[in-house]
């Protein structure tokens, strides 16, 4: 964490402060915008980062083309093996892949977004199941509704909060918190499914026959496996806990600048992300340069790792360390 960060951790633990039984309420909107209209206001340059990274389409094909390759040979692996080489090599590739079709969400691969919805498809196929359309549509609001409470489905629900209270607890919930992220808008704030959602099915579907039919299970375990081990007690899996876990009772967001934003389309710069949702992962250090002011004053990460140690052990630390805030209602 950045400086200070471990003063404040041990101040709690002298003080005998205790997890909340409740979220972070605040009573303003939520603080991109707003800085949004202050950065721009001073550095206007900084729209000219607006828009596609070119090479998107090259960097998903070479992710997805190398991790299907790897599921057809191991085929007759051991399934040791196969453990092994999902937590070491296919985890890194499926949440790069996962975090591909966060790029592509904000329509940054094309300029037209139908482009970006089939390259998403595409993207989502080694990951096994298909997600990538309704990703699309909760993550939208979680930008637009940032913690507003019943929306912004980013927000752990008041169960997990209640039940993941101990370092034991929050152990089990980090390592299956892939499945939390993807079923709790499911359950919480169910969407009819639209045509896309067909779409991304059946491709998806035929996908994993083939790979079954040709491959068989074990490669599509695989598959399975990278994408589950990736989400959950996993270097790159930090990323969930650091962006909006509040460390910092003051902050909301926090970015993390690290090597593996190297492998994350630079999600770490999750402040920046924020605030500019139409800049591409690929220039968003540039915004950092340019406003540093607005950044270097806020804390940061330089370790996913360390975040999910410090989520696990820190005792005043659970899903209720979130900042929620009410609708505004309509005049």
């Given at each position: 964490m950045g400086k200070g960060g471990e003063r404040r951790e041990e101040d709690k633990k002298?003080?005998?402060?205790?997890?909340?039984?409740?979220?972070?309420?605040?009573?303003?909107?939520?603080?991109?915008?707003?800085s949004r209209r202050q950065i721009l206001f001073q550095y206007p340059q900084i729209k000219e980062l607006f828009g596609p990274d070119p090479f998107a389409f090259l960097k998903i094909s070479v992710v997805v083309l190398l991790q299907l390759w790897t599921t057809t040979i191991l085929h007759d692996a051991s399934w040791l093996s196969i453990l092994t080489i999902a937590y070491?090599?296919?985890?890194?590739?499926?949440?790069?892949?996962f975090l591909a079709i966060h790029e592509?969400?904000?329509?940054?691969?094309?300029?037209?977004?139908i482009y970006n919805r089939w390259l998403g498809i595409f993207a989502n196929l080694p990951i096994g199941v298909p997600m990538s359309v309704t990703f699309q549509k909760y993550h939208l609001e979680h930008h637009r509704f940032q913690g507003v409470d019943?929306?912004?489905?980013?927000v752990p629900s008041y169960i997990e909060a209640h039940y993941v209270t101990n370092v034991v607890s929050k152990s089990i919930w980090v390592i299956f918190q892939l499945f939390f992220y993807a079923l709790r808008p499911l359950f919480l704030k169910p969407?009819?499914?639209?045509?896309?959602?067909?779409?991304?099915?059946?491709?998806?579907?035929?996908?994993?026959?083939?790979?079954?039919?040709?491959c068989g299970w074990r490669s599509y375990s695989y598959l399975i496996l990278s994408t589950f081990v990736g989400g959950g007690m996993h270097p790159m899996a930090g990323h969930f806990i650091s962006e909006h876990y509040v460390f910092k009772p003051e902050q909301e967001t926090y970015s993390y600048y690290g090597?593996?934003?190297?492998?994350?389309?630079?999600?770490?710069?999750?402040?920046?992300?924020?605030?500019?949702?139409?800049?591409?992962?690929s220039k968003l250090h540039k915004?950092?340069?340019?406003?540093?002011?607005?950044?270097?004053?806020?804390?940061?990460?330089?370790?996913?790792?360390?975040?999910?140690?410090?989520y696990i052990m820190d005792q005043t630390v659970g899903p209720f360390s979130r900042m929620k805030r009410k609708l505004p209602q309509k005049k």
């Open positions: 002298e003080e005998g402060i205790v997890m909340a039984n409740d979220f972070f309420w605040s009573y303003t909107d939520e603080p991109h915008a707003s070491f090599f296919g985890s890194f590739l499926n949440h790069n892949l592509l969400s904000h329509n940054l691969a094309f300029s037209t977004p019943g929306i912004d489905m980013d969407k009819p499914p639209g045509y896309w959602e067909f779409i991304n099915l059946f491709v998806q579907l035929a996908l994993d026959a083939t790979i079954v039919y040709f090597p593996l934003n190297l492998l994350t389309w630079s999600v770490g710069y999750h402040n920046e992300h924020h605030d500019f949702p139409r800049i591409p992962g915004v950092k340069e340019i406003a540093p002011e607005y950044y270097e004053c806020l804390e940061s990460y330089k370790s996913w790792s360390h975040v999910i140690y410090m």
